[in-house]
């Protein structure tokens, strides 16, 4: 069964340092997503990505944040200048229709010292 | 805002006993999906409802929705230790476009062989 696929699984940077976060959503999906979950929290979402665009993001998703997908397959998050509060586990998800079933990633662990 | 609330926050049970969750959240929604995350995992989609659906079954799940009170249960029937996890509601709000989900802070199950 495909599955989505997120690379680093961990990832320790020091503050301010810029970090990019790799994801390779199924591949007939259209509508890609990111979401963190720091430590003991409940699950943010972050930005959603369609034809291209970001489609929507929250208040998280601020001018460090970008996403990218450079090509055919991969869907990358970077943050530009990391900061304590970024150590969280990172998820990517896709779908094929917005109101489809979201299938997640294993995440990336980013911690920040 | 639209996040589901799950309750209770934690559940303990023996093998082979059920467990219900349930999750309430504020705003119409159009379908309402359930995850589940094993310890520093990722999510694992469960079962999408839709608002218009009120029971499904999935193997030893079973999820209902009462739109008019704004909550879904999740029942796990017959349970087993390896139903251990955390386990999540997330809500796709009427009318949304864009597909975000709008999670609740989960129930962390624990079932005792």
């Known amino acids: 069964e495909p599955e989505v696929t997120q690379t680093p699984s961990h990832q320790v940077t020091q503050m301010g340092q810029e970090v990019i976060l790799r994801c390779v959503p199924i591949?007939?999906?259209?509508?890609f997503y990111w979401y963190r979950q720091i430590l003991g929290q409940k699950v943010e979402f972050l930005v959603s990505?369609?034809?291209?665009?970001?489609?929507?993001k929250s208040e998280i998703f601020d001018d460090q944040f970008s996403v990218e997908r450079p090509d055919g397959s991969n869907f990358t998050l970077k943050i530009r200048s990391t900061k304590l509060e970024d150590s969280a586990m990172y998820f990517c998800?896709?779908?094929?229709?917005?109101?489809?079933?979201?299938?997640f990633g294993p995440g990336t662990r980013l911690l920040v010292l | 805002s639209q996040q589901g609330e799950e309750d209770p926050q934690a559940l303990s049970i023996q093998e082979g006993e059920n467990a219900t969750m349930n999750c309430s959240y504020k705003t119409s929604i159009n379908n309402l999906q359930w995850y589940r995350q094993n310890s520093g995992r990722g999510l694992v989609h469960l079962i999408l409802i839709r608002s218009n659906e009120r029971e499904k079954h999935s193997g030893r799940l079973r999820v209902t929705l009462d739109t008019s009170k704004k909550s879904s249960s999740l029942l796990i029937t017959a349970s087993r230790a390896a139903d251990t996890a955390s386990y999540f509601c997330a809500t796709v709000a009427r009318g949304s476009t864009l597909g975000r989900l709008y999670f609740g802070r989960g129930t962390q199950l624990t079932v005792w062989p």
């Open positions: 998800a896709s779908n094929r229709d917005r109101l489809e079933t979201q299938y």
């Open positions: 591949s007939n999906h259209l509508y």
């Open positions: 990505f369609y034809n291209n665009e970001i489609s929507e």
